[in-house]
């Protein structure tokens, strides 16, 4: 069912994340329009739906037919003021650069009708780093997807009103995703958050000849009964797409002191075209990688290292980010298992482990968390055991 607020949604960028959100909204029974400047970048359109819809159709979330029935409600211009005429919804998915992002809402602000919520699909910006340039803050917010996945991050910015929140979340629900309200901005969301440090000390711990990438992706895979470890999941992202990331990192940032490293390890693979499985090529090679034929898993003995520093950071990253009230614990464990298609989430790992495992693990291996991440993190756990001698 769709909701009675939504009836057209148009998508502002025809790429990747344009493509897919349109496909499963047309699924659900929207209107829906596609925008961009590059008539090329249209005319692939309904080619690059064909290749998305059978994946939609393995994992249930709809049958052949509804697929099929979804074609009709979508249509591609390259005209913004048509593209937006009726919308109720856009969806803005244009490259990760501040000034155009802020130019292309502004732009919308002034077109759409009075009535149009106007939503970001940023994967590292805020909504506070946008929304000023529009006049309906209150229709206005984050409405952020992830390749692959039915999770979908909901996040207000200063103005954001209640009823824009709900209509939102009520969006995703009718299109049968999973809605994730932050309760206050953080870039990078909640699984981006955690994917970033993860693949972070990965590479970390290669470059650092602590374990090999073979080594690390086991462990991770093992341990967490993931089809891929974080140097596959790289090779998926593309590397240009983690290169692109490392170079507009703030330079603030808790993990700029490894910047130099990782992009001179990431570079090395650029300069020889290596970007990952879309270009048969990247820390594996493509098709077939090594880590998904049989006895990949059983290769050699496990690597403690690498196993105790992955879980280290994302059970830490995830109490950082409750302790800085971002998400509840259960609401980060659902965005991990959902977003990850993983049967755990990180508090669920912090449950299984004995008393003051993580407490020693980070210790132990020191450089995995951030010095101000520790001290939350401390705190946090104090916090925990106090409540647990009460109750």
Same mark, same amino acid.
């Given at each position: 069912m769709t909701v009675a607020e939504i009836k057209t949604v148009c998508y502002v960028g025809a790429g990747t994340m344009g493509c897919a959100n349109s496909l499963v909204a047309a699924i659900s029974g929207y209107d829906v329009v596609l925008y961009d400047l590059d008539q090329n970048t249209l005319d692939q359109v309904a080619a690059r739906h064909a290749e998305m819809g059978p994946y939609l159709v %393995?994992?249930?979330?709809?049958t052949a037919d509804e697929l099929a029935a979804s074609t009709a409600r979508i249509t591609c211009t390259r005209d913004l003021a048509a593209a937006t005429a009726n919308a109720d919804l856009v969806s803005e998915s244009v490259i990760e650069d501040l000034d155009i992002k802020r130019a292309v809402h502004a732009e919308l602000d002034s077109i759409c009708p009075p009535q149009t919520i106007l939503t970001t699909n940023t994967s590292g910006m805020l909504v506070s780093d946008i929304e000023d340039v529009v006049s309906r803050g209150e229709r206005f917010a984050a409405l952020h997807s992830h390749f692959g996945s039915l999770l979908i991050d909901i996040v207000g910015g200063p103005r954001t009103s209640e009823k824009t929140i709900d209509i939102l979340? =009520?969006? !995703?629900? %009718? +299109?049968?995703? !999973?809605? @994730? !309200? @932050?309760k206050k901005e953080n870039r990078g969301y909640v699984l981006n958050s955690l994917i970033g440090p993860v693949v972070t000390a990965a590479m970390l711990l290669e470059i650092q000849g602590l374990a090999t990438k073979e080594q690390i992706d086991r462990a991770w895979m093992l341990h967490r009964k993931a089809p891929m470890g974080p140097f596959g999941m790289m090779d998926l992202f593309g590397l240009n797409v983690v290169y692109d990331g490392w170079q507009h990192q *703030?330079?603030?940032?808790? $993990? $700029? +002191?490894? =910047?130099p490293v990782i992009l001179g390890m990431l570079e090395a693979y650029m300069s020889r075209g290596e970007l990952g499985a879309k270009t048969g090529q990247g820390f594996y090679s493509y098709?077939? *990688? !090594?880590? $998904?034929q049989d006895g990949f898993l059983q290769a050699e003995p496990e690597n403690e290292v690498a196993h105790y520093a992955l879980t280290t950071v994302l059970v830490g990253q995830s109490i950082v980010l409750v302790a800085n009230g971002v998400a509840d614990p259960d609401e980060v464990d659902r965005a991990w298992k959902a977003g990850m298609n993983l049967d755990i989430g990180p508090f669920e790992i912090m449950d299984q482990m004995p008393p003051g495992a993580l407490r020693e693990l980070i210790r132990k291996l020191p450089g995995t968390l951030a010095p101000d991440d520790i001290v939350l993190i401390e705190k946090y756990l104090d916090e925990q055991e106090r409540e647990a001698v009460v109750s």
């Open positions: %393995s994992i249930g979330y709809c979340m =009520r969006y !995703v629900i %009718s +299109a049968k995703c !999973v809605p @994730l !309200v @932050l *703030p330079e603030d940032g808790k $993990e $700029e +002191a490894y =910047r098709p077939n *990688p !090594v880590f $998904e």
